[in-house]
């Protein structure tokens, strides 16, 4: 039972990494060819280029503490090796759920109707709310980096005072613990943020929706397919997130911590989150949807001939 598990998660391990890198990467070669031709980039290109570049660091991450994990190889890594890996996938954890935030705000901001002088503010002001946004969550970045430091001094110190191999395997699996539970903690004030965009783009369609009904207009116009494409990107980052959300409290519950199934689980279903969100980006974008059909058509044609 054990063997087929482990061999269940590989196959979707395997078939997320690749499939995460592909739709991730395309992101970012169409985006690249865009700048090269016209020389520049809209605003949301600009962050979906970041995005797929943060979220293929996070697959590698992932897939590397997966092989780690399996190779019970995190002892020859410790020292500045191990500080570099966690850094990263702080860094990169980071910045694919707060550029997510990000563009569901500017979702809301560009698509939703509201009448208030706050958010008219904001609207009128879109790129400068989103850069305030990002450099003012640098400051929970630099938090979290100096957390996951001390708990790092603190492991790498227990490490070199003990020497028998279950002790420090033991010291490993608490230090990961705590950082996962910095991760969790870290890691809800971009969902709350998203949630709020959700709720408030749900109200300014259903205020649309009203106008519409009043004025007896046919509900297909410009702006209700705006506003139900933003929802479904932002409905699909809200799923995909709370599945990463599940996977770090896999990863903290103790169920089968003797043979590593829970860990293979919970990165597993982790994996969804960078790898299914950005094939959904790339269908509600029109530039990446046209490029990627453009793609597909290419392949046919090439197989005919």
């Not at 783009?201 to 509900?219: D, V």
């Not at 699909?236 to 997130?241: G, R």
Request: charged residues 10%; positive net charge.
């Amino acid at each position: 039972m054990e063997s087929t598990l482990i061999s269940i998660f590989t196959i979707l391990m395997v078939v997320e990494f690749i499939f995460g890198n592909v739709s991730n990467g395309f992101i970012v070669l169409t985006n690249c060819i865009d700048w090269v031709r016209k020389r520049t980039l809209s605003l949301v290109s600009w962050i979906l280029l970041f995005l797929a570049i943060f979220r293929m660091i996070l697959i590698w991450e992932m897939l590397f503490a997966w092989l780690t994990y399996l190779q019970n190889s995190f002892l020859f890594v410790a020292g500045i090796e191990i500080r570099v890996i966690m850094l990263t996938w702080v860094v990169s954890n980071h910045f694919t759920l707060w550029l997510a935030t990000i563009l569901g705000i500017f979702y809301l901001l560009k698509i939703a109707s509201f009448s208030t002088p706050a958010f008219l503010y904001l609207k009128w002001r879109v790129r400068k709310v989103l850069l305030m946004i990002l450099l003012g969550n640098l400051v929970f970045l630099l938090f979290n980096i100096l957390q996951i430091s001390k708990h790092l001094d603190n492991w790498m110190y227990q490490y070199e005072r003990n020497m028998t191999w279950s002790s420090r395997t033991n010291e490993f699996v608490r230090f990961s613990k705590l950082v996962l539970f910095e991760m969790i903690v870290f890691s809800v004030i971009p969902f709350m943020v998203a949630l709020v965009s959700f709720i408030l783009l749900i109200f300014s369609l259903w205020k649309h929706l009203q106008k519409m009904h009043l004025s007896s207009r046919g509900e297909q116009d410009s702006s209700t397919k705006a506003h139900v494409n933003a929802l479904r990107i932002i409905v699909s980052f809200l799923l995909l997130y709370a599945t990463y959300f599940i996977s770090f409290f896999i990863s903290l519950i103790p169920m089968m911590h003797q043979n590593g199934i829970d860990h293979m689980f919970s990165l597993t279903v982790g994996l969804f989150y960078p790898s299914g969100h950005s094939f959904i980006l790339i269908l509600g974008h029109p530039n990446l949807r046209q490029a990627c059909l453009l793609v597909v058509t290419r392949l046919r044609y090439g197989q005919k001939h």
